[in-house]
């Protein structure tokens, strides 16, 4: 007598002996035994277990031998029970879970959900079929079967029975071997309170946003994000990089996910241009050093009409517009006693070679006839805030041969050229205009050296006036052509 453990619960007529054709289904084909029987194992609850008479020759691919002299090593139907992720569930609306099985020597195997109890419902996200062929359920690797499981009750929980069912083998008597388990879900929640909440961070141009609001009694189901610039976002904890700086009004939305109350936080977002520009050590008593004045400033303008506006400090193009900008305008910074100003401009294409050019092409920087509160020094550098003199530091320093002027006072003047030797600029190439107030004479590249304030008493709360005049020059109306 030969016997075969099968690791599941018989479908039908569990304990009776049934004789019948005995047909084993391998990877390899089938192995059918003329005459068998099959009863449930009384040592192992759960388990079949399949008795051959001696002296049976079976046949088929799939037999170790034609005699039965050698029992085949295979059981019928699935190798091990069906195994739930969870088998408690929180109430509310597809609620994921997973369940496993591993078939062997099945001709097939079905799956599927049926509620016991309560009102909510479950389904498979793949279907019922798991496999239909000897073939597809002979594998090493158990069967994943991802379901969802809805139960919007607010007061009564839900069961449910999970079956997969094996046809195991064929014959006058087909063997079919069945594993269920049972799932409970809670009933759901009817919601809870959010209150929406975040802090950030900036790296130059980018903020990175940690939501941190709460939802008492409930959870909160959805985010939306609204960074300020026409951009928005639904994830939990976003990151965002601006375009320009600026003040931006964030805001956040959460949603509770059972009652779909809302709560909206808003907070104001600064992020700037992050600066490579050197600090410079100061001389001068109560500033320990010269840093670059940057991001968004309030400016006034003067062009007939006296007003303000809130710009980049950093970018010539905000201030005056594409360079070389709007002339005749005078703009007032309030530049702080410990800053410099470095606007980037960038020289367009074919500018100082154009055919239709002023001859001489120049343009020119200099203070307001009125209104200066201090000295102030200029120059135009490749790097951001080089005040180095490109006479004493030829090798190292990036400002612009004959672009280096000091302590200028009202009318100061610092003019550059399209051609000779002084101060010329060319097509395509960055430049930044320096401003400081302060004698930049001891000034090294990189940085180095020292500055001394040349602030005086007219210089209240900590800045200096500074009325910087676009103009004069002859590229007032030139378009390079």
Known sequence: MHRFAVSLFLFAMLGIA????????????????????????????????????????????GCASTTTST?????????????????????????ADSFTVLPLNA?????????????????????????????????????????????????????????VTCTAAVGALPLTTASTVTVTQAAASSGGTPVANFTFTTTGLTATFTDTSTDTGGTIGTHAWN????????????????????TFSVVETVTDSANGTQSTKTQSVTVTIASSCPVITSTTTGIAHFSQWAGPQKVYVDSGI?????????????????????????????????????????VPA????????????????????????????????TTCGDFSNPATYSSTSTVVPGCWKNKLATKGLLQWNATGSTCVLQNTKTYYLNFINADISLVQPNGGGTAAS????????????????????????????
């Open 454 to 481: 040349t602030k005086t008493s007219g210089c209240t709360n900590g800045s200096c006036e500074l009325p910087l005049y676009n103009g004069p020059g002859s590229w007032s109306k030139y378009t390079p052509q």
């Open 227 to 246: 960074f300020g610039d026409s951009t928005t976002s639904a994830i939990a904890n976003p990151s965002h990089t601006y375009a320009a700086a600026g």
């Open 18 to 61: 049934q004789a019948q054709t005995i047909k084993l289904n391998t990877a390899n084909g089938s192995c059918i035994y003329p005459t068998g029987t099959v009863t449930s194992d009384p040592a192992t609850p759960g388990q079949l277990v399949a008795t051959v008479p001696s002296g049976q020759t079976p046949s088929g691919a």
């Open 306 to 346: 006296f007003t303000s506006k809130t710009v980049d400090v950093g970018s010539f193009d905000a201030i005056y517009g594409t360079w070389p900008g709007q002339y005749g305008v005078i703009d007032y910074f309030l530049l702080p006693t410990s800053n410099y100003l470095s606007m980037k401009f960038t």
């Open 71 to 95: 029992s085949p090593s295979v059981v019928f139907g699935p190798a091990s029970p069906l195994t739930a992720t969870a088998s408690s569930l929180p109430g509310g609306t597809a609620v």
């Open 350 to 381: 074919n500018y100082m070679t154009a055919a239709n050019k002023p001859n001489p092409l120049y343009g020119a920087y200099e203070s307001g006839e009125t209104g200066n509160k201090a000295n102030y020094s200029i120059t135009i550098s």
């Open 107 to 163: 001709v097939s195997c079905t799956a599927a959900i049926a509620t016991a109890s309560g009102t909510g419902t479950g389904s498979l996200t793949n279907g019922s079929s798991i496999c239909a062929t000897p073939t597809a359920c002979a594998r090493q690797t158990p069967f994943s079967l991802p379901a969802t499981f809805t139960n919007t009750s607010t007061t009564t929980s839900s069961t449910y029975d999970v079956t």
